[in-house]
Structure formats: C-alpha cells, structure tokens
C-alpha cells in the first residue's frame, strides 16, 4: 500500500520533468542556428590527412552543419576597396568586419544564432548547436532571450602534469611558462543575430579600435581579441584602453551584461567540450592540431578521400567572396 500511494507522486514529478523538457525544446526550436567561418587562404591538396588544416576544419564543420541541418556559411575576404595602408591589417578583423555588416542587415524578427569559428577550430560534439547554447546558458544561469546576446569564452591557466599555461599568442604555444592575461579568446564564440545588443557589440567593438591613437592592434596579434577582453573585462588588457575617455562608446556595462562568458572548457580551446579550437604555432602545436582533425574525420566516418572531397566540394558551393568596407565606422 505504501508502495501504491507513492507511485502518483513519482508520476507526477515524472509529468513535471517531462513538461520541462518539451518547453525546452520548443523554446529552442525557435531559433535558426547557422555556422560562420571567414577565410581567404587557398582550398588545396583536397584529400585526407595531406589538406591544410583551414581545408580540414571548414570539411568537418560543414559536415556537422550537415548532420544537424544547420546553416553553414563560408567567406572569403577581398581587399579590394581597402585603402593600401589597411591591406595588411590583422587577418582577426575580418570577421569583426563581416559580423557588424551582417547584423545590421539581419531580420529581427525570428530568433537566430550564428556560430562563428576560425580556421582552427571544429564543433566535435554529436549535439546539434541548439542543444549546446541551450545547455550553456543553463548551466551559467542565463535567460534564454536577448539578455544572453553573445556567448564568449575566457581563457584560464589548467594545471596538469605539466604546467600548461594557455596561450594564443603569435608565438606561443599550448606549453609555456609565461603568464598571458586572461584573454576573451575571439577564435570561436555565439552571437545572438536578432538582438539589438549583439548589433551594439560589434559596433563598439569596432568603433573602440577606432579610438586607439597606437593603430598596432590594427596590423598585429592580439589584434581585435585584445580590445574585446578589455571590453569585457576592463583592466586586463591595458594596451587597449585608448587615451581620453570612453563615453563616446555609450553605456558599455549593459553591453557586458549582455555577454555570457564561459570557461575555455566548455568550448574554444583545445580542450573544448563541444567545439574545439587547436590554436598554436608550435610545431608540437600543429602535430596535435593534424592528429586531433584526422581522429574527428575518423570518428564521423569522412576520412576517406571521396567522401572528404565531397564534404571540401560543399563548403566551396557555399563559399562566397566578400569585399571589405574601405572604412571602419560606427554606423
């Protein structure tokens, strides 16, 4: 009898969970989730295990786009109106770039999610994208709707064997022992395409580098990422603060308040749970980098050359070329 008044309770929890489950997905069904990468280096040498890694990278996150028919979209940057002086500009401003003219040509009226990920990176989960935005803004605590407008990750120190100090600098390497600031890592990260503050983001992200009298962060590393972590987390990049003062950028706090920032685990590292960024120009750096997108080819079961040239042969038919703008303003 005991056993019998206790079984409506448990169907009931049992109904509540289930409910809470379906709200979930239906929420999340809402949204369009698309995959952005923005690169202008050569397709070549098409087969598996001999492609460069930018071939490699585009291959398998065209494939996850694929599986879980999501949007995938693949730009190549041309210089041609950009004035002589910023042909050279740091490569990392393209996307900025790109993002801030797409934003604002964006249609607000259906939930959309754009993954962007650089040329060393790749989603490894088998989740779709909408279940991964979904468990991070759960498991950080954040609301579902335009107060979560862009998700970025933050780097920190893990402590292994060996002291592995992270590290993304243009010579450093996933081993080192020079202590790097906490950077916001710009490789990867989600931005909410129909909210108002993910447009302000991008805006002030640009109209920020504008305002630096020292135009080095223009034409080299950290380049665009050492402005959005002091954006973000002010006082940890003091070479990005220009001189004077800030208020011409507006009320930055609701921007931050607008960002979810999560730890480097979770994805944009090498160690990233749900997408994997392989940064480092070591040469133990790109040995891991080459083993680490040949085991994901394998496990998807693209690793043979027909089948990855089919994959190398989508990402082309959805590449497009791109003229950057000849100035860089807030619009």
Not at 233 to 246: C, D, K, T
Request: a neutral charge; hydrophobic letters at 45%; glycine letters at 4%.
């Amino acid at each position: 009898m005991a056993a019998a008044i206790g079984f409506p309770g448990s169907c009931m929890r049992l109904h509540g969970v289930l409910l809470l489950l379906v709200l979930l997905v239906a929420h999340a069904s809402n949204c369009s989730y698309d995959i952005l990468m923005v690169d202008d280096r050569p397709f070549k040498r098409l087969s598996p295990f001999t492609a460069p890694y930018w071939v490699m990278s585009a291959a398998l996150n065209v494939a996850f786009a694929r599986e879980h028919e999501h949007g995938f979209h693949h730009v190549r940057p041309s210089n041609s109106k950009v004035p002589e002086r910023m042909k050279n500009s740091f490569k990392g401003w393209n996307k900025v770039l790109y993002i801030n003219q797409l934003l604002n040509l964006q249609d607000r009226s259906q939930c959309k999610w754009i993954l962007y990920v650089d040329s060393d990176a790749f989603v490894r989960s088998s989740f779709s994208l909408e279940r991964i935005v979904d468990r991070l803004l759960r498991k950080y605590q954040r609301p579902h709707d335009c107060r979560s407008s862009a998700i970025f990750a933050a780097e920190y120190p893990i402590d292994y064997a060996i002291k592995l100090e992270n590290i993304t600098g243009p010579g450093g390497s996933l081993i080192s022992d020079d202590l790097q600031p906490t950077w916001i890592n710009t490789g990867v990260f989600f931005v909410r395409a129909d909210c108002p503050a993910s447009m302000k983001l991008f805006r002030r992200w640009l109209a920020w580098a504008a305002l630096l009298n020292d135009d080095r962060l223009w034409f080299e590393w950290p380049g665009e990422q050492g402005i959005m972590t002091e954006l973000l987390q002010p006082n940890s990049y003091p070479p990005a603060v220009p001189e004077g003062s800030l208020e011409a950028l507006g009320n930055l706090q609701d921007i931050r308040d607008s960002v979810v920032v999560v730890h480097m685990k979770e994805f944009n590292s090498p160690f990233g749970r749900d997408i994997q960024h392989a940064w480092g120009s070591s040469e133990e750096d790109a040995r891991l980098r080459d083993w680490a997108m040949a085991d994901a080819l394998l496990r998807i079961g693209k690793a043979d050359p027909r089948s990855f040239l089919e994959l190398c042969r989508e990402v082309l038919h959805r590449s497009f070329l791109w003229t950057r703008p000849a100035l860089v303003s807030e619009e």
